[in-house]
């Protein structure tokens, strides 16, 4: 009789236990589409043995512990390749920006394959053809000093060469307000997940007291938030050997020492934006070395190609003002300059307030059609500049505004193709974790009907050896 | 036997997301490149051959400019050489009037004679003073006034003529490496000068019947035509110089647009072929998807 109730209750264990499996199985198959979810499993073993009057008995199955399929290097590698992946998505996204203020287009439904002498597309073009449009009006006035229609056409290039720096100059403006807005608002995203990682510490160390790496879910998502994270800004997590389950976040400073922004459940140092830099704000005032997420990325287009474009477009509007002034005003006659003499930046150039189509002059001489200030300043086009020799530039005009442009359409070239390698390795390392801690719905369904068989099975066993002890009971009668 | 790969079920829906979003992207490109007919639009499509682009259109921009003022240096040749011409038949048919009246002719037909060279003096001091677009051909850089100017008596004859024109030069591009200067120079001038002034000494001399004066006018005028023939003859170097030259810009633009194509026009065929193959992807991918993604183990469970 005692061999029956143990049978019964090892039926029972068996039950239980298979219909947790199916519960498992059914976790995992809610959890299909959760990217941050790893399959789970229940690991089975013999609850042990006993000695009883027949001999050793089994005391039947226990679930010793259920795990998840979690790889910790495919992890880290996941975390690492996000890091990269935001900086240069930022990098891209940026780089075209800057690209797309300076607005230089090639057209080609603009030109025609044969000159034209009456040709004229406007000032549709960018800085390029502005440069272009304005020294060739200069050569056209050359060539007809008293042609007042020639002196308008000047003046109207002048204006369409200042107003397109005026322009890229400010779209520049736009673009750096609007990287320090994205920087702002992914510091804000960096400190909520910092906020979040030290929640979930703090759970784990709750959930986890004696049973250490139970809290999945709680990991699962932890590891989520770490990988949301690695997409705004670079930072290293330490484990804290003192306290089994808890890690420490971190960040090097400038100087290259480990700045903590989460310990355990709390959060010491903030990430914080001054306009220039990053800097921890809290238990440390630390300048931070943000150099990847998109953080990183987005500073390193700010400080590097936008701000080298701004100051490479700066040098070239300096260069023209004081050359075309020079050239058109050699005696540096008051009130007599082509560019107002301030204007040496993109933003500031403009035409002197006292030139008008009346008082455009092609010479300094009385004789009307004399041409030597307008064949000056048309020359200017072809002069090869130095900064050796104290120039503003290096080369010519056109050949120093199409430096500017391809330096920002190769940084637009190089964060496109390094992001695709990179978009590739994360996929494949995403991949690589889905082949091994994914949810298969085919292996869930198989796994399913096979506790389903176990859990009848079990069922069954139960109702036989309820029929023997009810024959048992009978035989009392 | 190849290894047997789990998959996990969302990572076939993973990938034929960023698989038919990639071909999606390649569709788009291949459509925008058929569309405008170029394979670059902006510099980071391929920075390279955009910077050729930009720096072959900027050329195209000057050899256009260079051709107006080609075109122009043309006209104001053409226009010379036309006044010149006018000035040389002037010249031509006072010498013959000096040939035919310095053996001596009646006072009557010295006078009818004197009479058409005051005409012919009147078209000399015209021709000279011919202007293109309202500046005088032959006054230098001074062309706020006619170069030639006249003194007149009471009855409107002319009794001297000046030059108040400039020698200077006013030179423009109308190439690369080429300037002109189309108007005639300080020394052609002053021969116009000397060749009016001869018409109107030939006038004077018939008008008092002196066949001395008349004879040494038709010497002096017989060296004006010939230095009208040279200013002739620089002008029309001048203007084979500028026709040569617009040649040369339209070459060279023709040549530069080939250049420009090179870099920038899209392969049509081979970009049509490519959008076939990568729609023939796209297809293909998504009857698959389609296929594969009816198909689970929940379909067999009853």
Do not use: C, W
């Not at chain 2, 490149?33 to 900027?58: N, T």
């Not at chain 2, 300080?186 to 004879?215: F, P, W």
């Amino acid at each position: 009789m005692s061999g029956l109730f143990s049978g019964l209750k090892q039926a029972a264990t068996a039950l239980d236990i298979h219909a947790k499996q199916a519960t498992i199985a059914g976790n995992n198959i809610a959890n299909l589409n959760n990217d941050k979810y790893a399959r789970q499993y229940a690991i089975i073993s013999t609850a042990g043995s006993t000695l009883a009057g027949s001999g050793v008995e089994s005391l039947g199955i226990e679930i010793s512990t259920i795990q998840n399929v979690r790889n910790v290097i495919l992890d880290n590698q996941i975390v690492k390749e996000g890091m990269v992946q935001g900086s240069l998505k930022s990098q891209q996204i940026f780089s075209a920006s800057i690209e797309t203020a300076i607005g230089e287009k090639i057209d080609r439904s603009q030109t025609t394959s044969s000159i034209s002498t009456t040709s004229d597309n406007g000032s549709t073009g960018g800085i390029a053809q502005g440069i272009d449009d304005f020294f060739n009006a200069f050569k056209g006035l050359s060539a007809t000093p008293t042609d007042s229609s020639q002196k308008v056409v000047l003046v109207e290039k002048a204006s369409a060469l200042v107003s397109k720096l005026n322009l890229v100059s400010s779209r520049l403006a736009t673009v750096d307000a609007s990287a320090v807005e994205t920087i702002n608002g992914d510091v804000n995203k960096v400190n909520d997940l910092l906020g979040k990682i030290a929640t979930f510490n703090t759970a784990i160390s709750r959930l986890e007291v004696g049973k250490p790496g139970s809290a999945l879910e709680v990991r699962d998502e932890l590891q989520g938030v770490y990988e949301e994270l690695a997409q705004y800004v670079n930072f290293n997590v330490k484990p804290i050997d003192s306290s089994p389950g808890n890690v420490q976040v971190v960040i090097q400073d400038t100087s290259g020492n480990d700045i903590v922004l989460v310990n355990k459940g709390v959060v010491d140092n903030a990430l914080n934006y001054n306009g220039t830099s990053f800097v921890a704000s809290g238990t440390s005032s630390a300048t931070l070395d943000v150099k990847s997420g998109s953080l990183g990325g987005v500073q390193s287009v700010r400080t590097g190609v936008l701000a080298q474009t701004q100051t490479q477009l700066n040098a070239l509007t300096s260069q023209i003002v004081g050359s075309v002034n020079t050239a058109y005003n050699p005696t540096s006659a008051t009130g007599q300059d082509f560019f107002l003499s301030t204007g040496t930046t993109a933003a500031t150039i403009a035409l002197d307030p006292n030139l008008t189509v009346t008082s455009l002059k092609t010479t300094n001489t009385s004789a009307a059609s004399a041409n030597e200030l307008a064949i000056a300043v048309a020359g200017l086009v072809d002069q090869t500049f130095s900064t050796g020799s104290g120039a503003s530039i290096n080369g010519t005009f056109t050949d120093y505004f199409n430096q500017i442009n391809t330096g920002v359409a190769k940084e637009v070239t190089s964060a496109k193709s390094a992001l695709s390698g990179s978009d590739l390795a994360l996929q494949s390392y995403k991949k690589q974790r889905a082949t091994i801690g994914g949810v298969s719905l085919d292996e869930e369904v198989t796994n399913l009907m096979r506790y389903q068989k176990a859990y009848q099975a079990s069922a069954r066993v139960m109702s036989v050896i309820s029929q023997l002890m009810d024959e048992l009971v009978g035989l009392v009668r | 036997m190849s290894e047997i790969i789990r998959a996990a079920s969302n990572t076939f829906t993973t990938d034929l997301q960023m698989n038919l979003m990639k071909l999606n992207g390649r569709q788009f490109q291949l459509m925008a490149q058929i569309s405008s007919g170029q394979r670059v639009a902006v510099a980071s499509d391929d920075p390279a051959a955009a910077a050729r682009a930009i720096g072959y259109q900027s050329l195209q921009r000057d050899l256009t400019q260079y051709q107006k003022n080609a075109q122009r240096a043309e006209n104001v040749l053409n226009m010379s050489v036309n006044a010149i011409q006018s000035l040389k038949s002037t010249v031509s048919r006072a010498q013959e009037i000096a040939t035919v009246t310095q053996s001596g002719v009646s006072t009557r037909n010295y006078t009818d004679y004197a009479k058409e060279v005051n005409q012919l003096l009147e078209q000399a001091v015209s021709s000279s003073n011919s202007e293109y677009l309202d500046d005088p051909l032959f006054a230098g850089t001074a062309t706020s006034a006619s170069p030639f100017s006249t003194t007149r008596d009471s009855n409107g004859k002319i009794t001297a003529v000046t030059y108040v024109g400039n020698s200077g030069s006013a030179s423009f591009s109308i190439s690369e490496n080429a300037m002109v200067d189309p108007h005639t120079g300080g020394a052609e001038n002053n021969k116009m000068l000397t060749a009016i002034n001869n018409i109107l000494n030939l006038r004077d001399a018939l008008e008092s019947s002196n066949t001395t004066a008349v004879t040494s006018s038709q010497t002096a005028l017989i060296t004006s035509e010939n230095d009208i023939v040279d200013s002739l003859s620089t002008m029309g170097a001048k203007l084979m110089r500028v026709q040569t030259a617009k040649s040369q810009n339209s070459a060279s633009y023709q040549n530069l647009d080939k250049s420009i194509s090179g870099d920038v026009d899209a392969d049509m065929s081979q970009t049509i072929l490519e959008l076939n193959k990568i729609q023939t992807a796209y297809t293909a991918a998504m009857q698959g998807a389609a296929r594969v993604m009816s198909e689970s183990l929940m379909n067999y469970i009853r």
